[in-house]
């Protein structure tokens, strides 16, 4: 007796805007290594011992240590008990306090309003006009959300509208972090692609801004433009001049602009600067800083403290219309309010310690390690990679993550069409079963046509990373022979 279950959710009933997202940094590689990794641990053979996930922007996974200061203050901010220990310095107890008062009961475990504790809010704004030395920032401009995705999210929410020609466009970099391509999938939004520059250091160059719009006008309504300044995944860091004709094209077409900046203290090269575009909107004058619609996305996730499991994050939203705030407000208290746990390890973020507190030698000897060991793999894998026949990586200014271009033989790409997958993906499946490394293919970010690539986080400890790119350089070098009497391609 077999008994046929009938189910009201099945594939075919399921939201077909849910079926097209995708999110490749844990697409089907990393379900891959997952289970490979399981097998490990039961015993089951392999050419390794372990698998190195450089997939994810996951810092502390990969064994990066968290900041004391950050720790200790959302420690006395949970358990309050604690404020009363000699263990804990005066300038944690501070800030805890300051917080605690902002909550609802002095407890963290109450709700907050839906755009953030106010205190928080505004060590945010006082963060702001310091970093960009002076310009005015709003307190009541500051929302705090659950990490920038969450923000992100919202804000798109609110801009996507009309039907057919009408239906809003959403521009974003290829390539892009996935959260975007799936963002837009999941609002039913069109996504135009707008191609970064790898000749010249994935440089955004407005040309190509233009003839992606009005290509685009044809089939939608573009009025969104985001930016991702420290790229991800291409770790580029923009220049001044190219903020400016960025926004002046913005000013131009009435775009809103959605900048993610999440990676503003990731910048490594000496040459390359952070600007935000706040401050090159600003430095522009009043007719543009009065009237360009910009969204700005920071988060605890990255930067020098990488704490991605708190969820914390901001936005500040300049120029919306007072009506369109209240809806946004309305649309954020929803949810209620983003964890408020995370709201305190924001506030140490934007509220570190300054010169002549206690804390202050300890936190900026741990900050300065972490910055300079990122910069110093930064160099590292650029250098390493770039001597491999077939792969080519131009230098990784900021964030996180190299990109490097590879060459994939004919025969590979044939071999990967008949399996139905893109080359670069048979490329990573490859090397995470060859050597228990795993990467991301380029086609989960999108790519040029007929170009290859993989995004790999340079987040793993210097001796391990170190391993890492020499089994991905011999495993390429064999990959090519495998396929093809090596041919050195057009570097």
Same mark, same amino acid.
């Given at each position: 007796?077999?008994?046929?279950?009938?189910?009201?959710?099945?594939?075919?009933?399921?939201?077909?805007?849910?079926?097209?997202?995708?999110?490749?940094?844990?697409?089907?590689?990393?379900?891959?290594?997952?289970?490979?990794?399981?097998?490990?641990?039961?015993?089951?053979?392999?050419?390794?011992?372990?698998?190195?996930?450089?997939?994810?922007?996951?810092?502390?996974?990969? $064994?990066?240590?968290?900041?004391?200061?950050?720790?200790?203050?959302?420690?006395?901010?949970?358990?309050?008990?604690?404020?009363?220990?000699?263990? +804990?310095?005066?300038?944690?107890?501070?800030?805890?306090?300051?917080?605690?008062?902002?909550?609802?009961?002095?407890?963290?475990?109450?709700?907050?309003?839906?755009?953030?504790?106010?205190?928080?809010?505004?060590?945010?704004?006082?963060?702001?006009?310091?970093?960009?030395?002076?310009?005015?920032?709003?307190?009541?401009?500051?929302?705090?959300?659950?990490?920038?995705?969450?923000?992100?999210?919202?804000?798109?929410?609110?801009?996507?509208?009309?039907?057919?020609?009408?239906?809003?466009?959403?521009?974003?970099?290829?390539?892009?972090?996935?959260?975007?391509?799936?963002?837009?999938?999941?609002?039913?939004?069109?996504?135009?692609?707008?191609?970064?520059?790898?000749?010249?250091?994935?440089?955004?160059?407005?040309?190509?801004?233009?003839?992606?719009?009005?290509?685009?006008?044809?089939?939608?309504?573009?009025?969104?433009?985001?930016?991702?300044?420290?790229?991800?995944?291409?770790?580029?860091?923009?220049?001044?001049?190219?903020?400016?004709?960025?926004?002046?094209?913005?000013?131009?077409?009435?775009?809103?602009?959605?900048?993610?900046?999440?990676?503003?203290?990731?910048?490594?090269?000496?040459?390359?600067?952070?600007?935000?575009?706040?401050?090159?909107?600003?430095?522009?004058?009043?007719?543009? +800083?009065?009237?360009?619609?910009?969204?700005?996305?920071?988060?605890?996730?990255?930067?020098?403290?990488?704490?991605?499991? +708190?969820?914390?994050?901001?936005?500040?939203?300049?120029?919306?219309?007072?009506?369109?705030?209240?809806?946004?407000?309305?649309?954020?208290?929803?949810?209620?309010?983003?964890?408020?746990?995370?709201?305190?390890?924001?506030?140490?973020?934007?509220?570190?310690?300054?010169?002549?507190?206690?804390?202050?030698?300890?936190?900026?000897?741990?900050?300065?390690?972490?910055?300079?060991?990122?910069?110093?793999?930064?160099?590292?894998?650029?250098?390493?990679?770039?001597?491999?026949?077939?792969?080519?990586?131009?230098?990784?200014?900021?964030?996180?993550?190299?990109?490097?271009?590879?060459?994939?033989?004919?025969?590979?790409?044939?071999?990967?069409?008949?399996?139905?997958?893109?080359?670069?993906?048979?490329?990573?499946?490859?090397?995470?079963?060859?050597?228990?490394?795993?990467?991301?293919?380029?086609?989960?970010? $999108?790519?040029?046509?007929?170009?290859?690539? +993989?995004?790999?986080?340079?987040?793993?400890?210097?001796?391990?990373?170190?391993?890492?790119?020499?089994?991905?350089?011999?495993?390429?070098?064999?990959?090519?022979?495998?396929?093809?009497?090596?041919?050195?391609?057009?570097?």
């Amino acid at each position: 007796f077999s008994h046929q279950v009938s189910r009201s959710l099945t594939m075919e009933t399921l939201n077909p805007n849910v079926k097209a997202v995708e999110y490749a940094v844990r697409g089907p590689i990393v379900l891959k290594a997952v289970e490979i990794e399981k097998g490990l641990q039961q015993g089951m053979k392999r050419p390794f011992e372990e698998v190195i996930k450089a997939n994810i922007g996951d810092a502390h996974a990969m $064994g990066q240590q968290p900041i004391t200061f950050l720790r200790q203050v959302v420690a006395l901010c949970t358990c309050p008990e604690l404020l009363e220990s000699p263990a +804990f310095p005066e300038d944690a107890k501070i800030r805890a306090r300051r917080i605690l008062q902002g909550c609802g009961g002095k407890s963290l475990g109450s709700y907050s309003d839906s755009q953030g504790v106010d205190c928080i809010r505004k060590d945010i704004a006082a963060y702001l006009e310091r970093r960009d030395q002076g310009v005015p920032a709003n307190w009541e401009d500051i929302y705090l959300t659950t990490g920038a995705s969450d923000g992100i999210m919202s804000i798109l929410k609110l801009l996507v509208s009309g039907q057919g020609l009408s239906r809003t466009g959403v521009m974003i970099p290829i390539p892009q972090y996935p959260l975007y391509s799936a963002a837009i999938s999941e609002l039913e939004a069109v996504q135009v692609n707008y191609y970064l520059d790898e000749e010249h250091c994935w440089a955004l160059d407005v040309n190509e801004l233009r003839r992606a719009y009005w290509e685009a006008k044809r089939y939608c309504n573009p009025k969104v433009l985001c930016i991702i300044n420290p790229g991800n995944p291409t770790g580029q860091v923009q220049s001044r001049k190219c903020i400016e004709d960025v926004l002046h094209f913005a000013y131009e077409e009435k775009l809103f602009v959605m900048s993610d900046e999440v990676y503003q203290d990731n910048v490594y090269s000496p040459d390359c600067q952070f600007h935000s575009f706040k401050k090159v909107l600003y430095e522009m004058g009043p007719e543009y +800083f009065d009237s360009v619609e910009l969204t700005s996305f920071h988060s605890t996730s990255k930067g020098y403290t990488g704490e991605c499991g +708190f969820r914390g994050g901001y936005m500040e939203v300049i120029n919306m219309a007072a009506e369109v705030k209240a809806q946004l407000v309305k649309l954020l208290s929803v949810r209620l309010c983003p964890p408020v746990s995370g709201q305190a390890a924001m506030d140490v973020v934007v509220n570190p310690p300054q010169q002549g507190e206690p804390s202050y030698p300890q936190f900026l000897k741990e900050k300065m390690l972490v910055l300079s060991a990122l910069a110093e793999k930064a160099k590292m894998t650029e250098e390493i990679l770039n001597k491999v026949p077939g792969i080519k990586c131009n230098p990784v200014q900021g964030a996180m993550y190299a990109f490097p271009r590879i060459f994939i033989p004919p025969q590979a790409i044939e071999e990967a069409k008949a399996l139905g997958m893109p080359p670069d993906m048979l490329y990573c499946l490859r090397l995470l079963e060859e050597t228990g490394i795993c990467i991301v293919p380029g086609s989960g970010f $999108g790519q040029k046509e007929g170009t290859y690539h +993989f995004r790999m986080t340079i987040l793993p400890p210097t001796e391990k990373l170190k391993v890492l790119l020499e089994k991905l350089s011999a495993f390429h070098i064999k990959f090519l022979e495998e396929y093809a009497a090596l041919q050195e391609p057009s570097r």
